[in-house]
């Protein structure tokens, strides 16, 4: 490990670094820092929650001069709530230089941000549809830029916003330097490198796997039928503090946020046809664990580092595994520890493997929990709730209470009694999760397209063990972008195979 001292960074840059509460380099920064600051392209690849943030965000603030009023560098990320916290973790770093920054991405009033441009940010984080909008408006100056980060580069190429960046960089000067990072770099990437950079110097962290290894993996295989009532039981045995649920669609989400709350979980949703206010409430919820399950389609897949995070499930098996890989990432960062699983139908065992042999890493299986387990792990919970109020030593009142009953039953009874009322029993309230039909069959890699897999299913799993139909999967699709301004039919969440575009942002 490195100290930033050695990096050749400005006091006023370390100062920050320090207040952040870093203290040694991450290798993707070592690696990286160095070069940026020497004014050379990079692109940049780390296992999920190594620090790429700072490793582009520190040579970037170092450029910025204070004294110029222009847009100096621009930061692009596929989702909204990516750009929102890449642009906190820069004001920390630009804190002490005094460095202007705003982030610009849909959902949120323009009116807003095109005042906001009005005071001369040096700056600018944004989602690609949004910054577009801001230059067909004229409201966006980039002539002057010097530095331009692609945060997940690979991403923003699945999401189709390839034609976007195009666009975009028409109105950046050439002469630049650009830095591109992702923890996943497949193949079609290097089109990017060469398009967009200019001689990069490649800086892969080398690892024997691509996930990181605090990240214990496991697999269930279930029918798609039994998928929730495994789900609930894993959660009652894990007890999970904070924990991220993905599904493969929206309305999946929808869903299972639902299911759980109705069997007294603490749960919300998130997806891209949630106003942006309800996104940035539920997030916020979630991160002040006022929530304990994020239910999330992959538009909480990448980047977002969210403290705490104990558990990542992958309801549905994603399609390409770069997904996961980043999905799991949400958990096991800056070196904690993290606990994933996915659930596997038999069908889709195929996919399970394509993963492994991307991520250089075996899942182990995990025999689903009888609801037996799942209750003793909600007794254990109560156990430890009555613990920890016994250490907490102010009963009080409570204790007159207590010898009263002594003075009628059994102790054991009356703890007993006690603890039967604070655990959560198995709820068996009906929840409606419409089935989705399988992956394709598929035994290895391609990048075909598959069959559009969007309709889902039509029949309709009860958890309470009732068949019901309800209405079939074929919502239709409303994404929407910025203005309506964007084509229609592209679906968030992958559900169309990986190397075709999805869009979950702006
Ligand atoms: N040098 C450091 N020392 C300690 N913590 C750090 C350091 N650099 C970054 N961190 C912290 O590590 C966490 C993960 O960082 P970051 O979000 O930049 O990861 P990432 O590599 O971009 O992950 P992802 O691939 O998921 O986007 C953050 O909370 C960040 O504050
Ligand atoms: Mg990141």
């Known amino acids: 490990m490195t100290n930033f001292s050695e990096l050749n960074i400005s006091e006023s840059t370390l100062r920050s670094v320090k207040r952040m509460g870093f203290e040694e380099a991450t290798p993707i920064q070592e690696g990286t820092i160095r070069f940026a600051i020497e004014g050379r392209d990079v692109l940049g690849q780390a296992q999920t929650g190594t620090g790429k943030t700072a490793a582009f965000g520190i040579p970037l603030i170092e450029k910025i001069d204070p004294k110029n009023p222009n847009i100096q560098a621009l930061v692009i990320a596929p989702t909204r709530e990516l750009a929102i916290q890449v642009s906190e973790e820069l004001y920390k770093i630009g804190y002490d230089k005094r460095v202007k920054l705003l982030s610009v991405y849909g959902g949120q009033e323009i009116g807003r941000q095109i005042r906001a441009l009005k005071n001369r940010p ?189 558990h990542v499930y992958n309801f549905d098996i994603p399609q390409d595994p770069e997904s996961y890989v980043h999905r799991i990432g949400r958990t096991g960062r800056a070196g904690k520890s993290g606990l994933a699983v996915t659930f596997v139908t038999p069908r889709e065992m195929g996919y399970l493997r394509i993963v492994e042999e991307t991520t250089k890493k075996r899942m182990t299986p995990l025999r689903p929990p009888t609801t037996d387990e799942a209750l003793e792990g909600q007794q254990r919970l109560a156990v430890e709730t009555l613990e920890g109020l016994i250490a907490n030593n102010n009963l009080g009142d409570y204790r007159l209470f207590a010898a009263e009953l002594l003075e009628n039953h059994e102790a ?95």
């Open 122 to 310: 040096q700056i600018i984080v944004g989602t690609p549809g949004r910054i577009i909008d801001h230059i067909n408006r004229r409201t966006l100056k980039l002539e002057d830029v010097q530095t331009l980060v692609l945060d997940e580069a690979d991403e923003m190429l699945n999401m189709g916003f390839i034609d976007d960046i195009n666009a975009i960089l028409e109105n950046v000067p050439t002469e630049r330097q650009t830095l591109l990072f992702s923890a996943t770099m497949p193949p079609a990437i290097r089109k990017i490198a060469e398009t967009f950079m200019r001689d990069p110097e490649i800086v892969k962290i080398k690892a024997k796997e691509l996930t990181v290894d605090n990240i214990d993996q496991y697999f269930v295989k279930s029918a798609e039928r039994e998928k929730f009532d495994v789900l609930s039981r894993l959660l009652n045995v894990h007890q999970p503090e904070l924990a991220i649920i993905f599904g493969r669609t929206k309305r999946r989400v929808d869903e299972l946020a639902q299911a759980l709350s109705i069997r007294g979980y603490l749960a919300e949703g998130i997806h891209g046809d949630l106003s942006q206010a309800k996104r940035i409430s539920v997030l916020r919820q979630f991160k002040e664990n006022k929530i304990d399950i994020l239910v999330a389609t992959d538009v909480a897949a990448r980047g977002l580092d969210i403290s705490g995070v104990t």
């Open 412 to 506: 054991v009874d009356i703890v007993a009694a006690a603890l039967r009322s604070l655990t959560k029993e198995p709820d068996d309230t009906p929840v409606t999760i419409t089935e989705e039909r399988p992956l394709p069959m598929r035994r290895e890699r391609s990048n075909k397209r598959s069959n559009d897999r969007s309709r889902g299913g039509n029949r309709s799993f009860s958890g309470g063990g009732r068949r019901e139909n309800t209405r079939s999967g074929d919502r239709r699709n409303n994404s929407r972008r910025d203005g309506a301004r964007r084509e229609g039919g592209r679906r968030e969440g992958g559900q169309g195979r990986s190397r075709s575009p999805r869009r979950h942002e702006d």
